[in-house]
């Protein structure tokens, strides 16, 4: 487990192809905001700007603070997840991750 597979959830969970519900809780102008979380999320490229790894450090920038910031980012959709995973459809067997062992992936295209 490292930031980058931390970055990674974020970048998944924002892919436009992906439509992951957790997309919601970062793209969130009155509420959780990631810097370019939303131009990933209507398709306008692959990876999250606000989101930065430098070493075993991951850096999260926000459009703007916000107070719940933590609660919403621990939320299993945003758990460490393997950089093998695909970005773009969902997983629905098991796979590797730091959170806790399920049969069903986190996020959903429907």
């Not at 102008?29 to 939303?38: C, E, L, R, T, Y």
């Not at 990876?47 to 919403?72: C, D, E």
Request: no cysteine; charged share 15%; net charge positive.
């Amino acid at each position: 487990m490292t930031a980058q597979s931390f970055a990674y959830a974020i970048d998944r969970a924002a892919n436009h192809k992906l439509e992951s519900p957790a997309a919601r809780f970062i793209t969130n102008p009155d509420g959780v905001n990631i810097v370019g979380a939303n131009a990933v999320n209507q398709g306008f490229g692959k990876h999250v700007r606000g989101v930065k790894v430098r070493g075993n450090r991951l850096i999260i920038h926000l459009v703007r603070p916000f107070g719940a910031f933590l609660s919403i980012i621990s939320m299993p959709f945003f758990q460490a997840t393997s950089t093998k995973l695909p970005l773009t459809h969902e997983v629905t067997s098991p796979y590797p991750s730091a959170g806790r062992t399920s049969s069903r992936a986190t996020t959903s295209a429907s």
